[in-house]
């Protein structure tokens, strides 16, 4: 069989000093950081939607990229190659996991029927395929906002013949990842919010929504899908607001609709950008609510307002992922899928390498940088030394549940002169960076 990428051979770690763009300089797979190789750490998987679909078209133009597909025009045969082009990417790069989305994978067709058998034939074509392959399915999702039928969205949609069918997409999409040994199942609701409200009845769809998810979580008890649920909060765009805006107001959703013990977050790095959060925000928020589950790494430009997706090299947010992280446990059945697209002017087929080398390297340089942070534990003790009246006294007695407004009252006319001390964030930023700027 043909190689789609036969002037690449397999990505290998040359170090920190390596000047080859086709080589990693800080991810060395089989290095061990505290008991675990970098590989088993970040859990990288290739997005089949950006690298194998992107043609980085823009609303302004169409697609420059050239591909070594582009020859081929009939849509199944497309498909297939892109199957092989998949495997032979991941395998030459070195990453474990890819993932897709339910129309990434095989083209729809004219009715949901035939778009099922379409998509029988791939997986079939994909279980061949790992049967030789170490590379594994890191997790599936479905096309729910793509097709016209979903512009006033899916599950919320207010066409109950709309939600019926996006029910019946993602039942076959749970069947596909659960036969290709996915380890989780992410849901994206893309036009899941709306326009304008004077046309919405909101609580009418966030009912709705509650209960397709409580739909999936039952039909994944009866085929044996025990992989991990996810869902991946984001603000805005496509619709002007979306329900799962944040991780935050994820949490609220599933506790409202008793969901929270079936659901974890996928946080991505560009949807925190348009919360208005920071990357580190929606990974923390995520930790200390128990939801921390997978992570989809891009970065998105600071002066743009829409989702960019550029690959991640800014070593600051890394590490601070990173240190998120690995202060939550680290990746279980999740990981670092590059939800990434190469830039319109970085059109042939090599630079799909360069930009996964440089996202990989900039991961690889965070995690270590991060799990020096944490072993120190100095960022620890400040936190812990900031919050120390709370340990005794009457913060004990606050956190403890033992005084109410009267006793506090009480207190604070005894204890009226309040003395602040200040928070050393210049003095902390100072610390971080020394850690990232050490050799």
């Known amino acids: 069989m043909s190689e789609f990428f036969s002037n690449v051979s397999k990505i290998q770690y040359e170090g920190k000093n390596s000047d080859n763009p086709l080589a990693f300089k800080y991810y060395n797979p089989d290095e061990v950081i505290g008991g675990k190789t970098m590989k088993d750490h970040l859990r990288f998987a290739v997005a089949y939607w950006h690298t194998f679909q992107g ?88 096309n729910a906002f793509g097709n016209p039928r979903f512009v006033h969205g899916a599950s919320t949609s207010p066409n109950a013949d709309v939600f019926a069918f996006a029910a019946a997409q993602v039942k076959k999409a749970m069947e596909i990842t659960l036969e290709l040994g996915g380890q989780n199942y992410v849901f994206w609701g893309g036009r899941e919010g709306y326009e304008t409200l004077l046309n919405t009845d909101m609580k009418l769809e966030l009912d709705n929504m509650g209960r397709f998810l409580r739909m999936a979580v039952d039909y994944a008890k009866e085929i ?49 950008t348009l919360a208005a959060h920071t990357f580190q925000h929606e990974v923390y928020t995520a930790r200390v609510n128990n939801v921390f589950g997978s992570i989809d790494a891009n970065q998105g430009d600071l002066l743009l307002g829409w989702d960019t997706d550029q690959f991640p090299t800014n070593i600051y947010d890394t590490t601070l992922c990173m240190y998120e992280v690995l202060k939550a446990g680290g990746f279980t059945t999740g990981g670092l899928n590059f939800d990434s697209k190469v830039r319109r002017g970085s059109f042939e087929p090599i ?59 009480k207190y604070a006319l005894e204890h009226d002169q309040v003395k602040n001390v200040s928070g050393r964030q210049e003095v902390l930023e100072s610390m971080l960076n020394k850690y990232i700027l050490e050799d």
């Open 55 to 142: 043609t980085g078209g823009d609303p302004f133009g169409p697609g420059t990229a050239v591909r070594p597909w582009d020859n081929i025009t009939d849509p199944m045969e497309l498909a297939k190659a892109k199957v092989a082009a998949n495997f032979e990417f991941c395998e030459k790069l070195g990453v474990p996991f890819y993932c897709f989305h339910d129309r990434d994978i095989a083209p729809e067709a004219s009715t949901l029927r035939e778009t099922n058998k379409r998509l029988d034939e791939i997986v079939a074509l994909m279980k061949e395929y790992m049967k030789t392959s170490s590379v594994k399915l890191l997790w599936g999702t479905t």
């Open 351 to 409: 630079d799909l390498f360069y930009a996964h080398i440089a996202g990989m390297d900039a991961f690889a340089k965070g995690l270590k940088i991060a799990y020096k942070m944490v072993s120190e534990g100095k960022f620890d003790k400040v936190i812990e030394d900031r919050y120390a009246s709370y340990k005794s006294g009457i913060g004990s007695d606050i956190v403890n549940g033992k005084v109410g407004f009267k006793e506090l009252e």
């Open 224 to 272: 044996g899908f025990k992989g991990q649920f996810l869902i991946e909060p984001k603000p805005k765009e496509p619709t002007k607001h979306q329900y799962d805006f944040d991780t935050a107001t994820v949490v609220g959703f599933l506790r409202a609709h008793g969901l929270e013990n079936d659901f974890k977050m996928n946080i991505e790095a560009n949807h925190a």
